[in-house]
């Protein structure tokens, strides 16, 4: 190790500094020369003198510009660490554990005094005096330490990747920062960001009555050439590769940095990389690239674990989980991806499989190795070509979220003797951390969401297009040391058209029920007045506390001090660990009874989905007879009799599931999918969301998912019926009751009523839909999954959908908010039972305000 050569061996300080407080920091020659090369240290008077005379700053600045590495080391020296820690935030793990660990080396400082904590791994001690963390851990600090009284500042970086989480600290922290000024202990804030969209933190009055000082960090930036394609290939992992291979073919030295959406994507295209330009290392000294196969195989199992990118804490508690999982049942794990389907159970009535076999369609030429190679289309004429022949190694590593820190760190080692560095990515690369030596970006546009569904709440990851924000974002990230050029895997058309301006932010992507119970499960007790930056509707969020109350999720306080926000239940902080709408987390949590998961899984996925089934004849706006539709009656022998008729329309999906799964296994779901009116890329949705969610729960709920059953036969009438009542336990709010008709004198309004149901909180009567399986039967009280309301020429008309029948007096148990106790009788006599010490008596009791009677139930 060289000595450490001081710089300066009597350090002056800045002039903003004042003498006394001033901390020398004794860094290497190298480190300092580097340091002298990004743009914010030109800035680093102003920034600091703006610091020290605001209580909140925002700054922002070009990513690269040295914001996350050198603000904390700008505050050191000032003294900010001499008494209390400086703070600094991150939403993504791999920057909290890159950024400490690169300031400890320019610092010249130990770990345990420049650490990280992130939610299970952190190296801080009591020596820490600057502490990189997630946005989540400051978050569950609050909950301890309100005024956050260890830290003199709080950077929040990358506040415009606008994670839930920082953005919820953003609100705290306006609301903080003047707290703690009263109390005579000042706190800093800075607010930093890529430039970006600003606004929603500068302008926004609500959150900082005076608009807070910006700071704008001129980055140095090369330009970059961007060339679109002319097509957008579906399968943008394949033509990352080509266009890959054809950069280190052809073009002159320097940097690759390809864009892809996920872990998996992530470690199949590095594989196929190394694999076509193997290295060998020289020496024993180096680790050999391409020649890693147990560490390969030790991602590749992290892949199937969690296909997750973001790295929320969750995550991370998973990843345990199934380290630990991993060591005791490895082979039951495997199995458990899915419950396995008992095919012959799931032969549907009239089905006859061996009659007709058939093959499934040839499948297309891929046309992608047709094309002729072109160099244009690299756009570089004019530049010098390597020869094709003198194949220089290449040496390809991966990146992402969830690859352990060491391995995360080799993109800033010294790239091999001749070698060209090639980085694959996720979005990590995109902004928080910036790569050295790339000249050439392939982006393939894309990257992976979790979306939630407005009407379901459930969440699914999918891969969307980014944002034009993104994209160039990824694009400059080719003009960091000269001239780069950017290939974008996706036309000039899409761009424009299918990419929006920027991101929105995830706070007003989630459904409010959700977040209102994750950060009510934080202990942020008014969410209505919470200062968001951008935030999501108030009438919503009202209405969000309301259905909390009703599934159980948060305590009802009808009663004494109504200023005091709910609180949350136990049941709630089983429900908020569920990646579902509270609704379907009810549903989950309480299906660890009677072998019952696999079902409401089951149920769950279908339900998320939406229009599994096809309804040709029946437009869903037209109210016509039931033979309309000619599946119609197919689908009634799906739920034929007993509680599977009453399970009624869910029962069908769960069919309709059991049996695609057998067509599918026999080679046949597009054919069974058209004769059976199911859409095929709906089936195979429902089938990625059960696995996603089977994984999900196995991992969470720790206790009780090695129990299930691996095998998924059709439910026992006696579960069908346990899955009614899991069904109105989650939908209490969606309960109906069909329009008494005997009332009725007229005898047209009476044909015009036939289908009519009363909803417990809507004025006008909603008609059970023709496709409904349960039309025929139409029971007096159902639950419903969906309503919505038609145009019907000057008339609006409601309907509703996804019917399930129900018992009233399991009102009073499931849903005993809604209900309305009248009176409690004496006969018959009250009970006592013995395993849970109740009393149960009967009770006189009406639902919802709609004042329905209810049967003589038991409470
Ligand atoms: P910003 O936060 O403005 O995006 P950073 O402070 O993250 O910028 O990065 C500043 C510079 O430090 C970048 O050029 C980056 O490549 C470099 N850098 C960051 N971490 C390391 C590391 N571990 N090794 C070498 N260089 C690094
Ligand atoms: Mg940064």
Known sequence: KPPIKKLKPEPKPPAYIHQTVYVPVHRTTEVQNARLRLPILAEEQQVMETINENPIVIVAGETGSGKTTQLPQFLYEAGYAQHKMIGVTEPRRVAAIAMSKRVAHEMNLPENEVSYLIRFE????????????????????????????????????????????????????????????????????????????????????????IPPPLLKVEARQFPVTIHFQKRTPDDYVAEAYRKTLKIHNKLPEGGILIFVTGQQEVNQLVRKLRRTFPYHAPTKDVPKNGKESEEEKEDTID??????????????????VIRNIRKSKKKFLAQMALPKINLDDYKLPGDDTEADMHE?????????????????????????????????????????????????????????????????????????????????????????????????????????????????????????????????????????DCFEDFSQPDIQKKPVEDLMLQMRCMGIDRVVHFPFPSPPDQ??????????????????VKTEKTDLPPAVTRLGHVISRFPVAPRFGKMLALSHQQDLLPYTVCLVAAL???????????????????????????????????????????????????????????????????????????????????????????????????????????????????????????????????????????KEERRRLKYAYNCADMEEPAFLHVSSVLRQKAPEWVIYQEAYELQNGDSTKMFIRGITAIEPEWLLLYVPLLCNIREVREDPAPRFDKTSGKIFCHVDATFGKSGWELPLGEV
């Not at 892949?303 to 998973?318: G, N």
């Open 122 to 209: 952190g190296n801080v001690t009591p020596a820490t005096r600057i502490k990189f963390m997630t946005d989540g851990v400051l978050l569950k600090e609050i909950e301890t330490d309100f005024l956050l009284s260890k830290y003199s500042v709080i950077i929040l970086d990358e506040a415009h990747e606008r994670s839930v989480y920082t953005d919820i600290l953003v609100g705290l922290l306006s609301r903080i920062v003047p707290l703690r000024h009263k109390r005579g202990q000042p706190l800093k804030l800075i607010i930093m960001s890529a430039t970006l969209r600003v606004s929603d933190f500068t302008e926004n009055t609500r959150l900082f009555k």
């Open 303 to 320: 892949d199937t674990a969690s296909t997750v990118e973001d790295p929320k804490e969750l995550e991370f508690d998973m990843k345990r």
């Open 360 to 496: 499934q369609p040839d499948e297309y030429d891929e046309q992608e190795g047709l094309e002729e190679d072109n160099d244009d289309e690299l756009g570089l004429e004019g530049e010098s070509e390597m020869g094709s022949g003198q194949r220089q190694p290449l040496w390809v590593l991966p990146l992402y979220s969830l690859l352990s820190s060491e391995k995360q760190n080799r993109i800033f080692l010294p790239v091999p003797d001749g070698c060209r560095l090639c980085v694959v990515s996720t979005n990590v690369a995109e902004t928080s951390l910036t790569i050295p030596h790339i000249k050439y970006v392939v982006d393939c546009g894309r990257q992976k969401t979790r979306l939630y569904d407005k009407l379901t709440g459930v969440s699914a990851f999918v891969v969307t297009y980014t944002s034009k924000a993104s994209a160039d974002q990824r694009a400059g990230r080719a003009g960091r040391i000269s001239a780069g050029h950017c290939y974008r895997l996706y036309s000039s058309a899409v761009y424009n």
């Open 539 to 556: 009438v919503q969020l009202q209405a969000a506390e309301r259905r909390l109350i009703v599934l159980g999720a948060l305590e009802d």
């Open 608 to 746: 998320s989905v939406q229009e599994v089934l096809i309804e040709t004849g029946v437009q869903r706006n037209e109210d016509v007879a039931p033979g309309a539709n000619r599946f119609h009656r197919k689908r009634q022998s799906w739920a034929a009799s007993g509680n599977y008729q009453l399970l009624g329309d869910p029962m069908v999906l769960l069919r309709a599931v059991g049996a695609a799964e057998y067509a599918g296994s026999q080679g046949r779901l597009p054919e069974f999918c058209a004769t059976n009116g199911l859409r095929q890329k709906a089936m195979s949705e429902v089938r990625k969301l059960r696995v996603q969610l089977t994984n999900e729960i196995n991992l969470n709920v720790s206790d009780v998912e090695l129990g299930v059953d691996p095998e998924l036969k059709p439910p026992t009438d006696a579960q069908a019926r346990f899955l009614r009542q899991i069904l109105l336990a989650g939908m209490g709010d969606r309960v109906a009751r069909k329009v008494p008709l005997a009332d009725i004198a007229d």
